[in-house]
């Protein structure tokens, strides 16, 4: 079973509609959580990290879920530039540091 | 700032060959992670770096890969024998580490093809 699991998608939007991606995780022991963004042919940049107690950026809003291990992010009012692939991240110390472990990502496609 | 560079930024070789990836990281940051992404899968952690030691090497598909990190900046990772399933694109990141400083920057990435 993979660590890090996600819906592939694609989701195809309409500009300003609402959309929501969600993730779940395997390890209990992971601490550190994240949602990415990756442009085709592009490396990954961090798009947020996620708090227990949620947290919002703009238009995104993160969610985490410890008892569930599931993570959640809503991109409100999408954006032609929002189309990506989004990336679900989790992480724990060991002895590879924290290493992330990757989703393999949810594709995101808004139209006009 | 400058942010994490690494080359070549592609890479053609041919079966059997040896190739060298380099990562120049953030200066400053003292982890450094490779990882790679193969085409349709999601990116797959290799090998890290504190300083110049790499705690943990079980990333490492096969004893065909290597990696060394020297003065705590620079590193490399060297494939040897290269086989057709090595083709992906080999991403590096590095952070500053410590509990609160952890997020990864990643690089642009080497796209290996072996041919």
């Known amino acids: 079973r993979k660590e890090v699991e996600q819906d592939p998608g694609p989701f195809n939007v309409p500009e300003g509609a609402t959309v929501a991606f969600n993730c779940t995780y395997s390890n209990s022991a992971s601490q550190s959580f994240f949602w990415y963004r990756q442009d085709c042919r592009k490396e990954p940049k961090l798009l947020m990290s996620?708090?227990?107690s949620g947290n919002e950026d703009g238009r995104f809003t993160a969610q985490l879920n410890r008892a569930s291990q599931y993570i959640s992010l809503l991109i409100r009012d999408s954006k032609l530039s929002d189309s990506a692939t989004y990336l679900c991240v989790v992480s724990s110390n060991s002895n590879s540091g924290y290493a992330l472990n990757f989703g393999k990502g949810t594709s995101l496609l808004v139209t006009p | 700032g400058a942010g994490v560079s690494q080359s070549p930024s592609n890479k053609v070789t041919e079966k059997g060959k040896d190739v060298e990836l380099r990562c120049d990281p953030i200066?400053?940051?003292?982890?450094l992670y490779w990882y790679r992404q193969s085409l349709g899968q999601g990116l797959e952690f290799l090998i890290y770096?504190?300083?110049?030691?790499?705690?943990?090497k079980s990333g490492l598909p096969s004893d065909r890969f290597s990696a060394e990190r020297t003065g705590g900046s620079v590193s490399t990772l060297t494939i040897q024998r290269t086989q057709q399933e090595d083709s992906a694109v080999y991403l590096c990141a590095s952070s500053m580490a410590g509990v609160y400083s952890y997020e990864q920057y990643f690089g642009p990435g080497t796209r290996l093809t072996v041919t």
């Open positions: 200066s400053g940051h003292t982890a």
């Open positions: 770096f504190q300083g110049n030691s790499a705690p943990d």
């Open positions: 996620v708090y227990s």
